[in-house]
């Protein structure tokens, strides 16, 4: 669309343009300069114009229809759309958009200027004055497509980049106009950076600055006007109070008016008496003290202190013989505050420290230090104040790495609570500092309050983001506390501890969005709960959003899109909330989590997620789940250097029986045999669970293949639960499959039988429908009888590798005969096992995760039934239809679940149209999930080879050839002609 971007400056619009607005509302401008009335009423039709506008590319229909008309039926979606279109034409002239029979763009001489692509491009070329002067707002600020979460996905993220940009912008703008001294215009631009940012301590430090540049009473008394509004609307609309370096400033300007005023009057000036955090003139009058109202008001809570501390000294002696002669970096002191407000309330200058260290003790790993303790240390001082180097002295003596200074001041019938938090190994700067304000009568919710500020300011490592915001979106200090407890248990990996603290905290503020999203994410990885909680819980999550900024919200609308299988969708959120915001650990983890587990099903290598959790680590060096991600990033790409010192790492980080695991993997990718051999042993006396993981990381990543035997074999010995056993045997035989031992795999399948029938014949099948094995039609005939039997669902089991399945057997049976009734030709039987599958996927009481997978694997049977027809295009989309989405992490890891038969025969596809770059990146994805997809993987570098070859890169040729013959080099008898083959033609390139 030529004539759309900046090129076109905004002041610069001739008489036969349009002009589309986009920052702030949504308007078309006419070439006269008017508004088109008609449009105006119909937002959705502009919506459509801005996709199309912003797009780099034509759009699709079928895409349109789903962003704008998905709640529609699909005939009347596209006559809304062709109708949608038609208006568009009538307005911006016949031939303004392009449509073809499947794709549709706006023309590219289209006379339209979008104001969001002018922006863009203003920034590019470092008009930043420009580009400030431009932002009218957030991107389609107030438009909403109703139904439409992809419509809301794509706004929020060109809002976020938008705004980005804008921010950005003035900060390089205030940084011009500062350097040139233009003070108006500094507060201008700094007030509109605050406005859109007022969380941003850059933007108020920059607007309350360029107020008091001039240093005069005037100029001080705006930039603390300035201040308190601030203040007021953090308090308001996020409950957080300003940044430390914020208040500071605000407090040197103080500072400075009452000296002056002292130097005017000749009258003293109030002094703190313990000043960690001096206060701050508001905007609401003084009133004459009023000690005896006060006193009636706080006599409640006073009476709880009155106990005399007759034991002063004797206990003293004890804590002080007994004090740790290390300092704790989590233990707490909380020191008497400094109270001012007459004799009424001066019992809270020991009542805050039993207040106080209360609300703190147990917050995550905080451990608060005995109040009486503390008070008996300080007996003799009431009355003076405790300077921090005084405070830290006492601190230490109990092994505290931390405390607590505070003021208390009542005037006229409010209290005003400060309190700053000190860390004793770094300098006398508070490491966090929080003010409260309100009635005496509120004081148990004012202690609330101040424990819930500490806790978000100490919280500044960029590791630490989801604790700074769940403590300013809950109005509940016992469900923060809950909170920060399954925070403690989640990053150590002990998954079934934070879920069981995430409960809490969501029991405890029903609408605490980060509670919801972490009990999903503790449900997800710990293997707790079904599928449908699961998504229930990221669901809800969404649903109390709103009481989120934009940064939080993205996390949480980005999880339940990963839960509810829109990958590409999530993918796209986490890396909108990772542009707009570099340092969330949070986003980039997440957006490796996508990238590694999904990339496979979509076609894509997980190797992608190397730069997510390389980020994840740059941020949060001790992250154990990105550094665990990395090992077996780093060993599929043979970095045996990086491997080892990453395990390294996370070995240390690990202190559950996952050591073993990580053990296990260091000694079959490094060790000598009496390393292995250790391993092994440790692993015989390991949870089934962890004995599992051992030898599927180890297979899939080591690619060590014996090494996985020996592991595996521990779960066939007799003392195991017979379906662990049955299972250990079905793994044996995938792993000799994998090296081209059709005859072993048979064995191990047969053992499995006896102890488990079902699970054997549908194993078996599934591996007989492998297109590269060829066996015979009767062997074919036979494993397709053996599933096709018809009869109820076996009864659930609580094993978790087999878990996910329950229910879902009579499924699994159906897409296995009809994927062989295809390959045996018999295409009228498969299309009637597909039918089957829809009708179990709508039985009434089918949950999401049965129609989700019966949809999904009904569309499979049809694209392999097709396949055998020849109509090899039909067999693709068919493929796209079937990829499961609205289902388990847990039923993705199954083999079935884990889709590699449709992977591969994709390739299979796309090789024999001649599509060699489709199909090298569906190959190159076979295999890489885990050990159920294992067997595919010396096929899938077969043929990569064989395609490199003819594509004439001879090197990737020979890599991908010696690759297969190392895995298949010792295969049954009938295969070896196929490693010979390969072995002479690596030889020759």
């Not at 070896?976 to 002479?984: F, G, I």
Request: proline content about 4%.
């Amino acid at each position: 669309m030529r004539g759309s971007t900046g090129s076109q400056h905004v002041n610069t619009l001739n008489g036969n343009r349009f002009r589309l607005v986009t920052l702030g509302r949504l308007a078309l401008v006419g070439p006269a300069g008017k508004e088109d009335a008609a449009l105006g009423k119909q937002r959705r039709k502009l919506a459509l114009l801005a996709v199309l506008a912003l797009a780099r590319r034509p759009m699709t229909r079928d895409a349109l229809v789903e962003m704008f008309w998905g709640d529609q039926d699909e005939q009347r979606a596209r006559h809304s759309l062709s109708e949608a279109l038609s208006h568009l034409r009538r307005v911006l002239g016949r031939e303004a958009i392009a449509a073809r029979q499947a794709d549709i763009a706006l023309a590219d001489d289209l006379p339209l200027d979008v104001d969001a692509l002018q922006l863009a491009d203003l920034f590019e070329r470092r008009s930043y004055s420009e580009a400030a002067a431009l932002y009218g707002g957030p991107f389609l600020d107030g438009v909403y497509v109703a139904g439409s979460t992809t419509f809301d996905h794509w706004a929020d993220g060109h809002r976020a980049r938008l705004e980005s940009l804008f921010l950005q912008a003035c900060e390089r703008q205030y940084a011009i106009l500062a350097r040139a001294q233009q003070l108006p215009e500094c507060a201008e631009l700094a007030g509109r950076w605050l406005d859109a940012s007022p969380l941003s301590a850059a933007a108020a430090l920059a607007l309350i600055g360029a107020l008091e540049a001039p240093g005069t009473p005037e100029a001080d008394r705006q930039a603390l006007d300035a201040y308190e509004r601030l203040r007021v609307r953090l308090a308001r609309e996020y409950r957080a109070a300003p940044a430390a370096e914020v208040v500071a400033l605000a407090e040197k300007i103080e500072a400075r008016r009452v000296a002056r005023g002292k130097a005017s009057s000749g009258a003293p000036a109030l002094e703190s008496a313990s000043d960690p955090a001096p206060i701050i003139a508001t905007s609401t009058p003084d009133r004459p003290e009023r000690p005896g109202r006060i006193r009636r008001q706080l006599a409640p809570f006073a009476a709880a202190f009155l106990v005399l501390l007759v034991t002063a000294a004797a206990l003293l002696a004890r804590v002080w013989k007994h004090a740790s002669s290390t300092v704790s970096p989590s233990a707490v002191a909380v020191l008497p505050f400094a109270v001012r407000g007459g004799p009424g309330v001066q019992y809270l200058r020991q009542g805050m420290v039993h207040l106080l260290s209360t609300n703190l003790d147990g917050a995550g790993a905080l451990r608060t230090v005995d109040p009486r303790a503390v008070l008996a240390s300080t007996v003799g001082s009431d009355g003076v104040a405790l300077d921090p180097k005084r405070a830290r002295a006492i601190a230490r003596r109990f092994g505290a790495g931390l405390y607590v200074l505070g003021d208390v001041v009542a005037a006229g019938e409010r209290l005003r609570i400060s309190a700053a938090l000190y860390d004793q190994r770094q300098s006398v700067r508070p490491l966090a500092q929080a003010v409260v304000e309100g009635a005496p009568t509120e004081l148990f919710a004012l202690v609330d309050r101040l424990a819930a500020q500490l806790l978000a300011a100490q919280s500044r490592g960029s590791a630490d983001q989801l604790v700074r915001i769940a403590a300013v979106t809950t109005a509940s200090l016992p469900a923060l506390k809950a909170y920060l407890d399954g925070e403690e248990e989640y990053r150590a990996g002990r998954y079934p501890a934070a879920f069981d603290a995430y409960q809490r905290a969501a029991a405890l503020d029903t609408a605490f969005a980060l509670a919801h999203l972490r009990l999903s994410q503790a449900a997800t990885w710990g293997a707790i709960w079904t599928w449908e909680q699961i998504i229930d819980a990221s669901g809800r999550a969404v649903r109390h959003a709103d009481r989120l900024g934009r940064r939080p919200r993205l996390l949480v609308e980005a999880f339940h899109d990963y839960n509810r299988g829109a990958y590409e969708d999530a993918e796209r959120l986490y890396r909108t909330l990772v542009a707009a915001y570099p340092d969330d650990v949070e986003g980039w983890y997440q957006l490796g989590e996508v990238l590694f587990h999904c990339n496979p099903l979509r076609g894509r290598s997980f190797l992608e997620s190397r730069e997510a959790f390389e980020r994840v680590l740059a941020l949060e060096p001790a992250h154990r789940g990105a550094l665990i991600h990395l090992v077996r990033v780093a060993a599929e790409e043979r970095r045996s250097a990086e491997v080892e010192v990453l395990l390294a790492r996370a070995i240390a980080l690990t202190h559950d029986d996952g050591v073993l695991e990580l053990r296990a993997f260091h000694a079959f990718a490094f060790g000598d045999g009496a390393e292995q051999d250790e391993a092994v042993g440790a692993l015989r006396q390991a949870r089934d669970e962890v004995v599992h993981r051992s030898f599927d990381r180890i297979a899939v990543y080591a690619h060590d293949l014996a090494g996985a035997e020996r592991i595996a074999a521990i779960l066939a010995d007799p003392s195991r639960p017979p379906e662990v056993r049955a299972m250990a045997h079905v793994w044996l035989a995938q792993l000799e499959l994998a090296q081209g031992r059709w005859r072993s795999a048979q064995t191990q399948l047969t053992a499995a039988e006896q102890l488990s029938p079902l699970i054997a014949r549908e194993q078996r099948a599934l591996m007989m429908a492998a297109p590269f094995l060829d066996r015979p039609r009767s062997e074919l005939e036979a494993a397709r009888a053996a599933v096709a039997v018809t009869g109820e669902e076996p009864r659930r089991t609580d094993y978790v590798i087999l878990a996910p399945l329950n229910g879902l057997h009579r499924h699994l049976r159906a897409y296995l005969t009809g994927v062989l009734d295809a390959q045996l030709g018999q295409v009228g039987e498969a299309f009637r096992s597909a039918a089957k599958l829809d009708t179990l996927a709508l039985a009434a009481g089918a949950g999401s995760e049965a129609r989700g997978f019966g949809q999904a694997l009904a569309s499979s049977v049809r694209a392999h039934a097709a396949l055998a027809q020849g109509r090899r295009e039909e067999a693709l989309a068919g493929f796209d239809r079937g990829r499961l989405t609205l289902v388990s992490e847990g039923l993705l890891l199954t083999a079935v679940g884990a889709q590699a038969l449709e992977r591969y025969t994709r390739g299979e596809v796309l090789r024999e149209m001649g599509r060699y770059p489709e199909a090298l990146v569906w190959y190159a994805a076979s295999g890489e999930a885990g050990l159920d997809q294992l067997a595919y993987l010396a096929p899938a570098h077969l043929r990569q080879a064989e395609m490199y070859e003819k594509l004439g890169d001879k090197q990737k040729a020979a890599e991908h050839y010696g690759r297969f013959v190392g895995l298949w080099k010792e295969c049954d008898p009938e295969l070896r002609p196929l490693v010979d083959e390969a072995r002479r033609k690596a030889a020759a390139l």
